[in-house]
């Protein structure tokens, strides 16, 4: 469940900083406390629908925009790459092994 908190966070991210907001000026339209954003944003905090909905309405964009998986349809090579490695970040050894052989065989 965290891979989700933490996709759902590097949304908040790009959408804030597209933007150009400060995890303060986006804390202080959505009622929350900046601290609170940035664990939002590393998937460090569990936001409510409601925080959630508050946050897309401070951002300005439709709460289906933070929630959307199917933006990785569009998603850059950067961005792709980003959301890879958080994954890979939270497997063990022999998960990473296997993982590599995988890839190895899609060559």
Avoid: F, H
């Avoid at 597209?18 to 944003?41: C, H, K, N, S």
């Avoid at 933070?66 to 050894?93: G, H, M, T």
Wanted: net charge positive.
């Amino acid at each position: 469940m965290a891979d989700i908190y933490e996709w759902v966070g590097g949304r908040i991210r790009q959408v804030r900083r597209r933007a150009g907001l400060t995890q303060a000026e986006l804390g202080e339209r959505a009622g929350i406390t900046p601290d609170y954003v940035g664990r939002i944003e590393r998937g460090r905090g569990a936001a409510t629908l409601e925080t959630l909905g508050r946050i897309a309405s401070a951002l300005n964009v439709p709460l289906r925009e933070l929630l959307d998986r199917e933006e990785i349809a569009s998603a850059s090579r950067e961005q792709l790459l980003r959301l890879i490695q958080a994954v890979l970040k939270k497997k063990d050894a022999e998960q990473l092994r296997t993982i590599y052989a995988v890839l190895e065989a899609l060559e």
